[in-house]
């Protein structure tokens, strides 16, 4: 065989090499459909303790988040959130693997946003059981990770804070209570809206967010905080909203759609006697303007905001990555060139033949293999959320049907029992919203 005939060869291994976002599929078209996402992630993603370990946690235990088996879902999300503050350091025997094959040779440590929201699902579970305390705990988890990366900061990653999680734990502390540190929270939140969401996201502050804080400056304590961002917001109206005397609230958060896989851009040319490739991991972050989310019971109702955008987030991760993504496969490609060569010469010591089909056809075969081993790194966190809304309606106590409207569409419908001055947590989940 010609070398040259040989590149359809390459292309036909290339084509049915496997690929993290193409085995998931079925996975999320169940998850999306309402089907039995869990069995199909059983058949395509069997238990691993090797280097996919903590995205089969990831992948699992919010599987097992969202069909509210709370308990299993603890149990897997727990064991990921340790596995992932023991993966730190360089692994040397792994990127030696991943320079001679590619980065799947390399153990998936997830990336900041997504040890983030390990303990954002950690403390929906525990929130949804009723341990306020644990969820609470998940809250001080975060802010240990976010210190972390902080301290880490490379300033080729843009993502450092989380306003969301930070808006979240402020619900979380003022349900529990503790309006101090509540207030703190939802202070955190404001920051990073303004500072990063804004520019690098198109997501600026939720006038609901400012309503909070000024709700809260106005309790005891709190007067000079209320008078400077009473100033700041004048036009924004709080009185009678969240819990207080005479009410109760229903906090609502709701998950849309699924974050966009991976795919995988490549270059890839030929000589007489070799086979070049490189390949990369892109997304294609599809812009659409956010849905509309109501939250309603009786007469009353009340919109919600969009949160978080985990869609660009995951984007705008990987376009931080791609410089040092790119970096590694060039150099992948340098050693694997000097390997073809390194393989020809030492057939030629072995035959005598210098430039002899043997030694060429050695060459060539190497380089073949190496072209072949490309691929980019597909893997992500897949069964997470595209945008998380929040919702918020103060309502009278008593039994109330509440009803979440998305687009117009009833998703959600509950009966819940409101209390005067505490909040109700109300977790939804549309993965199939387009």
């Known amino acids: 065989m010609r070398p040259l005939q040989a590149v359809p060869l390459l292309l036909l291994v290339v084509s049915c090499a496997v690929q993290y976002s193409r085995t998931m599929d079925p996975v999320r078209s169940a998850l999306a459909s309402g089907s039995d996402a869990i069995s199909q992630l059983d058949r395509v993603f069997p238990d691993s303790t090797g280097g996919d370990r903590l995205l089969f946690l990831l992948e699992k235990g919010n599987l097992l988040r969202l069909a509210g088996r709370y308990q299993d879902a603890i149990r897997l999300l727990l064991e990921a959130d340790r596995l992932s503050d023991l993966q730190r350091g360089v692994e040397v025997g792994q990127e030696a693997a991943a320079l001679l094959t590619s980065d799947l040779a390399r153990e998936y440590r997830g990336a900041d946003y997504e040890k983030v929201l390990i303990n954002y699902c950690l403390a929906v579970c525990y929130a949804a059981e009723g341990s306020m305390e644990d969820a609470l705990v998940e809250c001080r988890r975060v802010n240990e990770k976010l210190k972390v990366f902080n301290d880490e900061y490379d300033q080729d990653n843009r993502y450092e804070d989380d306003a969301f999680v930070r808006y979240f734990m402020g619900v979380l502390y003022e349900a529990s209570g503790d309006m101090d540190d509540a207030l703190v929270a939802y202070r955190n939140a404001l920051r990073v809206y303004e500072d990063d969401y804004a520019g690098m996201y198109g997501l600026g502050v939720p006038e609901r967010l400012q309503a909070d804080i000024l709700r809260i400056t106005a309790l005891p304590g709190f007067e000079s905080l209320h008078e400077e961002f009473s100033a700041r917001w004048p036009s924004v109206s709080w009185e009678g909203s969240g819990a207080g005397p005479g009410r109760g609230e229903v906090v609502v958060i709701l998950e849309e759609g699924l974050i966009p896989p991976r795919y995988e851009r490549s270059v890839q040319g030929y000589t007489d006697d070799r086979v070049f490739r490189i390949a990369v991991p892109a997304i294609l972050d599809r812009v659409r303007p956010p849905s509309s989310v109501r939250i309603s019971c009786g007469g009353s109702s009340a919109r919600g905001f969009l949160a978080e955008d985990v869609a660009s987030i995951a984007a705008k991760n990987l376009e931080d990555q791609a410089g040092r993504d790119l970096a590694r496969a060039i150099a992948r490609a340098v050693v694997k060139a000097a390997a073809a060569g390194a393989a020809e010469e030492a ?30 790194d597909l893997r992500s966190w897949l069964t997470l959320p595209a945008r998380i809304y929040v919702a918020r309606l103060a309502l009278p106590p008593g039994e109330r049907r509440v009803a979440v409207d998305l687009d117009g569409r009833t998703v959600v419908e509950r009966s819940l029992e409101i209390r005067e001055d505490e909040i109700r947590l109300l977790f939804a989940s549309v993965p199939g919203s387009k």
Not at 347 to 376: I, K, P
Request: proline share 0%; with cysteine.
């Open 347 to 376: 057939v030629e010591n072995l035959t005598g033949d210098e430039h002899g089909c043997w030694s060429e056809g050695t060459g060539f075969a190497v380089s073949l293999f190496g072209a072949a081993t490309e691929h980019a």
